[in-house]
């Protein structure tokens, strides 16, 4: 029987995927060999740190992130700035109640964003200008570092001379939609990102950067236009790296899993709000997202449907998905079985939640906390 255009066509794209999915797979591998971790024994920190917390509407999980701060040993000279973002459930009251006469600890009152500036930049540009440390240390509200976590990730900074690092903490995933989604963040870089080449590299679109831990030098931070810079950028971690790179300063990213611990959402509505707020600006214009989409449909999706019907390169390039998410998930502390076997799922909600994203954005309905985007 001769085959169909549109069968070989099929076939074609089947097995173009699966050879992407394990090449990608393979990459993930040479990328977790050069991963770097921090220090369980870190020296002593000899510079001034300020940690920095930008607090908007908080109350309800700051208290850990603000203890697990002031049990941090090998800082003797730290200081830490909590920021209250025009919150209304009491967050300056509930960290000024947790530090108690803890000298160490400042609670500062936020201004109100201008026209144009949107909120998290605008909290932490607020934090730099306070701030009197050399090495500066933004931690989001929903973070918790364990008691070595400052001093082990500042010697990763200095000893691999960047200018700005982020420690990628352990994400914590309980319910359906944050195990489906959340431990795709790690697993992107790791299977994309050719992190030798990211290290050595000046160029701003070899970037990965995560804002809920992330450690910089004062004066690269100033050398790149501070905060200021990157006022009206949504995915303001990445943008921030990438205006140090611009500026002549080397990022980096390191395997924070054993020092820090994010629980970034709670159920899908948190989740795609989340998500949707920022998803659009993630992979540049709406052709570069769909490019990206695409792609990714391809690798990932295409190859596990033609192995439902029976598809040997459609098995391998399914299997080779879900060896690099176990992969991933090992490496960050994660979730292995059964969330790797719904790799495909994962990416198609991924999928969705980025069309959802480029939909609010046209529309201008895209807000957070309260907030439009």
């Known amino acids: 029987m001769i085959e169909s255009w549109t069968a070989r066509i099929v076939r074609r794209a089947v097995r173009a995927g699966a050879g992407l999915a394990v090449a990608g797979t393979l990459h993930e591998l040479l990328n977790l060999r050069r991963l770097r971790v921090p220090p369980a024994a870190p020296p002593p920190v000899r510079e001034r740190v300020s940690v920095l917390v930008p607090a908007r509407d908080e109350a309800h999980r700051i208290a850990p992130t603000v203890r697990s701060l002031l049990a941090q040993t090998g800082v003797p000279n730290l200081e830490v700035l909590v920021l209250d973002d025009g919150s209304t459930d009491g967050t300056a009251a509930l960290v000024e109640h947790v530090a108690g006469a803890d000298p160490r600890l400042r609670v500062l009152r936020g201004a109100p964003p201008p026209v144009g500036v949107l909120g998290k930049p605008h909290a932490c540009a607020q934090l730099a200008a306070a ?17 070595r976590a400052v001093a082990a990730a500042v010697a990763v900074l200095r000893d691999g001379g960047f200018a700005l690092l982020c420690p990628w903490p352990r994400q914590l995933a309980d319910g359906p939609a944050t195990r489906l989604v959340q431990p795709l963040l790690a697993w992107s870089w790791l299977v994309s990102l050719p992190l030798g080449v990211a290290e050595r590299s000046r160029r701003p679109s070899l ?17 790149a236009g501070g905060f200021g810079a990157v006022a009206g950028e949504v995915l303001d971690d990445l943008a921030l790296a990438r205006a140090v ?52 449909a391809l690798v990932y999706v295409v190859p596990a449907l033609a192995a439902l019907r029976g598809s040997r390169a459609g098995l391998l390039g399914y299997g080779a998905g879900v060896v ?49 985007l």
């Open 324 to 372: 690099g998410r176990v992969l991933a998930a090992r490496r960050t502390g994660g979730r292995v079985w059964p969330d790797a076997a719904a790799h495909p799922v994962s990416v198609l909600t991924l999928l969705g939640l980025l069309a959802s994203s480029w939909a609010g954005r046209r529309a201008g309905t895209l807000t957070w906390k309260g907030r439009a």
């Open 245 to 296: 790179r611009r500026a002549g300063g080397r990022t980096g990213v390191a395997d924070g899993s054993r020092i820090a611990t994010c629980r970034m959402y709670d159920g899908w509505a948190e989740l795609a709000a989340g998500y949707r707020k920022s998803l659009w600006r993630a992979f540049g214009g709406p052709g570069a997202s769909a490019a990206v989409a695409a792609l990714l």
């Open 131 to 147: 701030a009197t440390g050399r090495i500066l240390v933004f931690v989001d509200a929903d973070v918790v570092l364990a008691p």
């Open 207 to 223: 970037v990965a950067a995560n804002g809920q831990f992330l450690l910089v030098d004062s004066g690269a931070l100033a050398a």
